[in-house]
Structure formats: structure tokens, C-alpha cells
């Protein structure tokens, strides 16, 4: 399985789009450790153009060794998905039940692009399997 990783872009209108390829990962998506090869266009900086951010205008690294490193984490931890979550009556959270996806298998993958990427540190980059 191949999987490419993008530079988020911010456009004017506030809506996202694919920008620079930034890397691949590479693995079976059988629990097997897989390889991440991250380009130089990491390195380059990114502007922000939407105007309702409030950073516009500013430029940043696009993917700096710290986003690397989180990512690293996301990709070799499992993820706990809570359901049945609810409240209690003093406003505390409760669950009542979840399940475990553990590192590198497909469904993991699938669920880091879907919803870990848009809402950790790694927002800026988004990612798209491209081969199986």
C-alpha cells in the first residue's frame, strides 16, 4: 500500500485543497511496520491565504522534524475510539465502550487520514492512498 502525504493549502475562500507532495508511506497494512519517506518540500514554507485565519499572511514551515515526530507517534501507537459516550449528572464524561485499532493495519490508516490528521498537529499536511 502506498499512501501520499500533501501540504495542506488554506485557499481565500477558506476551503482546503491538496498542495506539494510532501512524502509517502509505504507498508502492507497488516500490523507490519511500514516505512515514511518525506521529501525536501518539507523544508520549503507555506502561506496562509485565507483571509479569515488568523494567521494570514504569515508564512511557516510546511512540515518541520517536530510534525515528524508527532506523526511518527500517531502512526506506531494504537487509537482508542470511544462510543456511547454521554454525561454524567455531575458534567463529567463517560463512555461506555470503544475499541482499539492498532498500528499500521489498513483500518488505521484509513481512520489517521480520515480524522487524525485534520485535527492534530499534522493539520497542515492531509494524505490519500494511491496504491493498494
Known amino acids: 500500500m502506498v499512501i501520499n502525504l500533501y501540504e495542506v493549502v488554506i485557499n481565500e475562500n477558506n476551503s482546503r485543497s491538496f498542495g506539494r507532495i510532501i512524502g ?26 485565507c483571509k479569515h485565519h488568523p ?24 487509537i482508542y475510539i470511544t462510543t456511547d459516550g454521554g454525561w454524567n449528572e455531575d458534567g463529567t464524561v463517560h463512555h461506555s465502550g470503544g475499541r482499539s485499532l492498532m498500528p499500521w493495519k489498513r483500518e488505521t490508516l484509513e481512520y489517521i487520514l480520515k480524522y487524525e490528521l485534520p485535527a492534530s498537529l499534522c493539520a497542515s499536511i492531509c494524505g490519500e492512498i494511491v496504491e493498494d
Not at 508511506?25 to 523544508?43: F, L, W
Not at 510546511?62 to 494504537?78: C, P, T
Open 24 to 49: 509517502k508511506i509505504m507498508c502492507t497494512g497488516d500490523g507490519t511496520p511500514g516505512k515514511v519517506e518525506y521529501y525536501d518540500t518539507c523544508k520549503e514554507v507555506s502561506i496562509v491565504r
Open 55 to 78: 494567521l494570514y499572511g504569515t508564512t511557516m514551515s510546511m512540515f518541520d522534524d517536530f510534525d515528524k515526530k508527532h506523526f511518527s507517534k500517531i502512526l506506531n501507537n494504537s
